[in-house]
């Protein structure tokens, strides 16, 4: 891929996740695993250090415009920064057709759970 690609997809992912409110990084990880020569702990990596910009970026929006609660924010803040650390412990030891496995199946489990929550809101439309 070229760095214009890059750059492209990476805007596309940062418009998504800012607009739906949900991570960008399980769709970047993904595609640059299926899609370059990188070894999914490269894919992770670099993933986590090209977000961090946009998530300062995204961070700076909410707070600015009040809608982040300190006391909410430190403790979820520790708790994430421990989980992450903790977890990126455990991926680099972990071998790689077990962390493409892992998030394959966390697609499916997302995806089942999306479609059982648009089956309930289409009947109580319905009715």
Do not use: K
Not at 58 to 69: E, L, S, Y
């Amino acid at each position: 891929m070229e760095s214009t690609q890059h750059a492209a997809f990476g805007g596309v992912c940062g418009f998504l996740s800012a607009f739906l409110g949900v991570a960008g990084l399980p769709w970047v990880v993904t595609w640059y695993s299926v899609m370059s020569d990188l070894t999914h702990q490269q894919c992770v990596g670099t993933t986590f250090m090209a977000v961090t910009p946009a998530v300062l970026a995204g961070t700076a929006a909410h707070f600015f415009r009040g809608n982040v609660p300190i006391a909410v924010f430190v403790p979820l803040a520790f708790g994430a920064a421990t989980g992450t650390y903790l977890g990126a412990a455990a991926h680099l030891s972990t071998p790689t057709e077990i962390l493409q496995g892992v998030l394959g199946l966390s697609f499916v489990v997302a995806g089942c759970r999306s479609g059982f929550t648009l089956r309930t809101l289409l009947s109580r439309a319905v009715v």
